[in-house]
């Protein structure tokens, strides 16, 4: 496999998005030790010094894109069981993509597709591990909602053996998929979510919808009972979980 490294870049996700255009290969990883621009979900801004887990891959499954969004599913498996394995943390999935110790964010997750209407040219697939830094010196917004792996286990740990696994265990979840093992991979994803069985906030578009997180279904979308008892599917969108 192809693999760019950089000291610093604005976002590995533009870098490997770039790559992709130019017709780089599935398997293209891009790794940053930091990042000038990194780019969360919904447009947010995404703190990355030296010491994170900054990275991107490009992906070119043959797949509709509508069934794009379950490679997050399938990433966040294969990021929470490394966690689990090489870190021997307790780690959780907060639907759709965020992975949490207790109730903070170590991790996130960014996938974005570029396709045709009926199929994906390629994916890329950034991820974000806050690994050996200080959530503390993060803007004050964010301190409390984050955690990173120094902290929890309060020792550091080395990157390039965690990548390693990471790499090791998405190949193989990721090629589970490709053979059309996505109902197993979603079984994982149940057991490691917080957010089912959690009464939730979903915001999106300036709209928020309340109620029971009961299930996700077999393509991924996140069921929503709402109090008056009716079922809402989510495909998208930022999601609460409210105590
Ligand atoms: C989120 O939870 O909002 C997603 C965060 C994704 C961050 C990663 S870091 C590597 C890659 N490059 C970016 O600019 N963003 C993703």
Not at 18 to 30: H, R
Not at 112 to 133: C, F, H, P, Q, R
Not at 172 to 196: A, N, Q
Request: overall charge negative.
């Amino acid at each position: 496999h192809e693999v760019h490294y950089f000291k610093k870049v604005d976002s590995t996700n533009e870098v490997a998005k770039k790559l992709a255009e130019e017709g780089s290969p599935e398997g293209t990883l891009v790794v940053a030790e930091s990042q000038s621009r990194g780019r969360g979900r919904r447009g947010k801004k995404w703190v990355s010094p030296e010491g994170g887990v900054w990275m991107s891959m490009i992906l070119r499954p043959e797949i509709p894109p509508m069934n794009a969004p379950q490679l997050t599913l399938v990433t966040g498996v294969a990021v929470a069981e490394t966690l689990k394995s090489e870190c021997g943390l307790d780690v959780g999935i907060k639907w759709p993509n965020d992975i949490l110790i207790g109730d903070k964010k170590v991790c996130g997750i960014l996938t974005e597709v570029s396709a045709t209407v009926d199929m994906v040219d390629y994916v890329v697939v950034g991820i974000g591990i806050d690994l050996n830094v200080d959530v503390d010196l993060f803007p004050p917004e964010l301190r409390s909602g984050a955690t990173s792996l120094k902290m929890e286990l309060e020792r550091e740990i080395q990157s390039v053996k965690l990548v390693q696994k990471f790499l090791i265990n998405f190949e193989k979840t990721y090629g589970d998929f490709k053979e059309g093992k996505f109902p197993e991979i979603l079984k994982e994803w149940r057991i490691l979510s917080t957010t089912i069985g959690n009464y939730v906030e979903v915001h999106k578009r300036g709209r928020t919808l309340k109620g029971e997180a009961v299930g996700i279904n077999k393509d991924g979308v996140l069921i929503v009972e709402l109090d008056d008892g009716t079922l809402k599917k989510v495909l998208s969108g930022e999601c609460i979980h409210v105590k």
